[in-house]
C-alpha cells in the first residue's frame, strides 16, 4: 500500500513508492466481496451500519417486522423508489414495519447521506438511514439470493422472527410492499416459508406450486440461493457481463475514491471498490498546490490522517523556497506541530524514492540524523 498514515521511519517510507503509483493508475476489477453464509431456514443476515442520525442500524428484526432498503445515492431508480416509499403513511409513522434505507456504497460519508434524504425523502417520518463500509457487504450477501445480478435498490423484508421473506429490486421494487408487510403482520408470530409469495418480483419465484400444495424449491430464499449456483454452473451468469468502471465518488483528503462496476448489456450493479491510497494522492496534491499558490510566506496544512509528504511536496518548496511550511497532524493519537523553515534543503529530508515521514523530518531538522 501506499504510505501509510501510521508508519514512520525511512524503510517504511520506501514500501510507499510503487504502491502510490498504483492509486494514480486506472482501476483494475476487484474480486467481490464473498457473501456471508445463510441457514437453511431463511434466518436473516446480521450487518451494522451507522445511523445518520446517531447509532446504528442492524439488519435484524427486533420482534417485529423490518424493511431494509439498499441504494445508491446517484441511482435514479433509487431516488425514485425511496421518494415514492418516504411520502407513503405507513414508512412515515413505521406502522407495518421498521424501515431502514442504507447507502450500499461503503465510501459515502454521513453529510452524502443526509443529503439525500433532505432531497428526495423530506417527508420521510420514521424512515432511518444508515451508511457504513458493512453496506456494501450486507448489499451483496442479499444480491446474492437472487438468481440473478439485479439492479437498485434492493429491498429486503423480514419478519418479526427474524426470517428473511422477500427480495425484490430495480425501479418497481416497492411494488406490493405494503399489501405483504400487512400479510406478515397479521401472521405474526408464524415463520413464512415463501419469501417470493406476495405477486411481486421475488427471488426465484416461479408463483407455482406442487401438486399437493408444497412450495417449489425456488419459492424459498433458500431454493434461490441453490437455483442461482446451479444456473452459474451451467452458464456461468444469466448474463454474459460486459464490464465497465465508473466512478462514484471522487476521492477526499480524507476518503478514497469509490468506483463501481456494472454491465453494459444488463445495467447489472455487479460491485462497489475503492480505490486504495487515492486520499493520500489528494492530500499531496492539495499540499503541493497550496505551496505553489501561496499568497502568503506561512502555509498551513492539517490532517488527522496522512503523516509523510512525497516528492511532489519536497519539489513545490523548492520552487518556493521563500514559504513557510506548518503542518498539523495526529500520530497514534498525540498532536503534533512540524515546520518546516523557508529556504530549508528538503534533500535532506526525503529518501531515495522521495517520501519524507514528518517524524523523521522533525528528527533531521532537529539534527538527531
Request: aromatic share 8%; charged share 15%.
Amino acid at each position: 500500500m501506499i504510505q501509510n498514515s501510521k508508519k514512520t521511519g525511512k524503510n517504511r517510507i520506501r514500501a510507499g513508492a510503487v504502491s502510490l503509483l498504483m492509486a494514480l493508475m486506472l482501476i483494475l476489477p476487484a474480486i467481490p466481496a464473498s457473501a456471508a453464509e445463510v441457514s437453511e431456514d431463511n434466518s436473516n443476515y446480521d450487518y451494522t451500519f451507522q445511523n445518520i442520525d446517531g447509532g446504528t442500524i442492524s439488519t435484524q428484526s427486533g420482534g417485529s417486522c423490518k424493511m431494509l432498503v439498499f441504494f445508491s445515492r446517484t441511482c435514479s431508480n433509487c431516488q425514485n423508489v425511496l421518494g415514492r416509499l418516504s411520502n407513503s403513511s405507513w414508512v412515515q409513522d413505521g406502522s407495518l414495519a421498521e424501515v431502514c434505507a442504507v447507502e450500499c456504497n461503503g465510501g459515502t460519508i454521513q453529510t452524502d447521506v443526509e443529503n439525500f434524504r433532505n432531497t428526495y425523502c423530506p417527508n420521510a417520518g420514521s424512515m432511518q438511514f444508515g451508511y457504513g463500509f458493512s453496506a456494501y457487504d450486507a448489499w451483496n450477501a442479499y444480491m446474492n439470493l437472487v438468481p440473478s445480478a439485479g439492479t437498485l435498490p434492493l429491498i429486503v423484508l423480514v419478519d418479526a422472527d427474524n426470517n428473511i421473506c422477500q427480495i425484490t429490486n430495480g425501479p418497481s421494487a416497492d411494488s406490493g410492499i405494503e399489501q405483504k408487510l400487512e400479510d406478515l403482520n397479521n401472521n405474526s408470530g408464524s415463520n413464512p416459508s415463501n419469501p417470493g409469495d406476495s405477486g411481486s418480483q421475488n427471488p426465484g419465484d416461479s408463483g407455482s406450486q406442487n401438486p399437493d400444495g408444497s412450495q417449489k424449491p425456488n419459492d424459498t430464499v433458500e431454493g434461490a440461493k441453490k437455483e442461482k449456483t446451479e444456473s452459474s454452473s451451467a452458464s456461468g451468469s444469466s448474463c454474459d457481463h460486459v464490464e465497465e468502471t465508473v466512478s462514484v465518488n471522487d476521492a477526499t483528503t480524507g476518503s478514497d475514491a469509490v468506483a463501481m462496476t456494472r454491465c453494459i448489456k444488463c445495467g447489472a450493479i455487479l460491485r462497489y471498490e475503492e480505490v486504495p491510497n487515492s486520499a493520500y494522492a489528494v492530500f499531496l496534491k492539495e499540499t503541493a498546490n497550496s505551496i505553489l499558490t501561496a499568497k502568503q510566506t506561512t502555509v498551513v496544512v492539517s490532517t488527522e490522517t496522512w503523516v509523510s509528504f512525497d516528492k511532489r511536496v519536497f519539489d513545490a518548496m523548492k520552487q518556493c523556497p521563500n514559504v513557510t511550511l506548518t503542518v498539523n497532524y495526529v500520530y497514534n493519537g498525540t498532536p503534533y506541530v512540524l515546520e518546516i523553515p523557508a529556504g530549508t534543503n528538503v534533500d535532506l529530508l526525503m529518501d531515495e524514492n522521495g517520501f519524507g515521514d514528518f517524524r523523521y523530518i522533525e528528527q533531521v531538522l532537529n539534527g538527531n540524523v
